[in-house]
């Protein structure tokens, strides 16, 4: 019979207190949080390793006549570095709170008995089973709930934000490496092509046409060109170390060469329509703006405790056996919110905080708006500078040596006006190389401040980098 009394007792605690959120008329807040949104989200813009998928490659390697391309050399440092798993985690690790947060309270069992009346002969065995379950007041759960939302949406962007860093990161990486083995190639060219002169040099001297300053100063700039490669093989293992980092291999491992060319500049947006484009998807901006709203809704939860938290129980008392059998009993306690001050004081904090949060978005905002600015104005400037590489420069150094060579088989320009015309073209040559990659690392400098791709670029011809 007691336990048949103790099963009874449970039922009507479940029924009467309603564990589920729905005992107060509510709607029950979304369990789903963690899997909804936010993994979207990310499964679309992030490629996650998990043990179903296959692992990642130990070497950035191909085929003999493989290039390292950009986009598959972005990607594959987005799945091996630990930044982008580090923010991952941590928005895992805050989106987790959810259904801790929204979740009622433990049930409560209360047993009790009176040791005397067991086996005595004068009163039955009293004893007492209570159930109890508190009830949090309307809309504090989902207002905990919210406040947890929109810290983890401010942790999805975080996620968006250390792939947006690494993604600058590579991009300068790869056109630093791009930079270094073009200017090595260049370098080769040069060196033959001062071989020529030399050898026609000492032609010209053996046949006593010119003198032997002609080919002392070529092999002057041979050796010049000789140091250069040390120092361009110095950076070449440099920049593969960088590669190599990003990817979490040893710095010495092979990577295979870039591209012969890399794309030309692309006309820029208006710069207040960057400036919009920014304010509208950075991801930082977002994730402070979410805090915004996680804090309007600690302000919202602290008015909320003004209002009593209910507790509702069941109880089966067989001490009242002697007085019309009162055994069953229902009931529910509350508590008396009548300490104001520190209600009063817990409202005014939340709300200093959202004045806080508000304050660290607008000085975000004027942050980014010049940073955009400043990145804006670089890029046009190297793409202005490239433009007259490619159109002025490097054409009229081109086709000053061709006229000091053949100014200099025909005997009216020296040698050293010959051996300057090539210096000169090969700092041209250079300088346009690197001037192209500069625009494009500063270009990966402006979306990173946008926050991402630029709106709508419309890419021009393709410039050769070697040309």
Sequence with gaps: MVVVRWFGICAFIVAACGASPLCLGQSAPSASFVQSAPVRNLRANLQIVTSESPAPTSRVEGPADARLALEPFIAEVLVRNPNVDIALANWRATAARYPQVISLDDPMLDTMMAPASLGSNVVSSAYVIQGRQK???????????????????????EVDDA??????????????YFVVVRLQELNKLNRQTLQQFHDNALQRYQANLVSQQDVLLADVELAELERRDLELTRMAQVAVARINTLLLL?????????????????????????????????????????????????????????????????????????????????????????????RRGAVREASAKVFQRRAEVEQLIARVQFEIQEAYAKVRESSGVVDIYDRRILPVASDSVRAGQAGYQ??????????????????????????????????????????GPLPRPVATEEIPAGR
Excluded: C
């Excluded at 009830?135 to 962007?157: C, D, F, N, T």
């Excluded at 792939?163 to 630093?176: D, S």
């Excluded at 050293?416 to 500063?442: C, W």
């Design 250 to 342: 040893p710095p010495v491992g092979p990577v295979p060469p870039p591209p012969a060319e890399v794309p030309g500049t692309e006309r820029l947006p208006e710069a207040e329509l960057v400036q919009q484009f920014a304010l509208a998807q950075r991801p930082d901006i977002l994730a402070a703006r979410d805090r915004v709203r996680a804090e309007q809704a600690a302000v919202a939860l602290a008015e909320r405790e003004y209002k009593p938290d209910l507790e509702y129980y069941g109880r089966y008392d067989t001490f009242w056996l002697p007085q019309n059998r009162l055994v069953g009993q229902v009931g529910v306690t509350m508590n008396v919110p009548l300490a104001l001050d520190r």
């Design 163 to 176: 792939r947006l860093h690494l993604t600058q990161l590579a991009k300068q990486a790869y056109y630093e």
């Design 410 to 451: 025909a005997g009216n320009v020296d040698f050293l006006r010959l051996i300057q015309s090539q210096r000169e073209l090969i700092g041209v040559r250079e300088r346009q190389v690197q001037a192209l990659a500069e625009y494009h690392s500063r270009l990966a400098d402006l979306e990173r401040v946008v926050g």
């Design 135 to 157: 009830v949090p007041w309307s809309g504090k759960r989902q207002l905990r709930g919210a406040i947890v939302q929109h810290e983890a949406h401010a942790a999805m962007h």
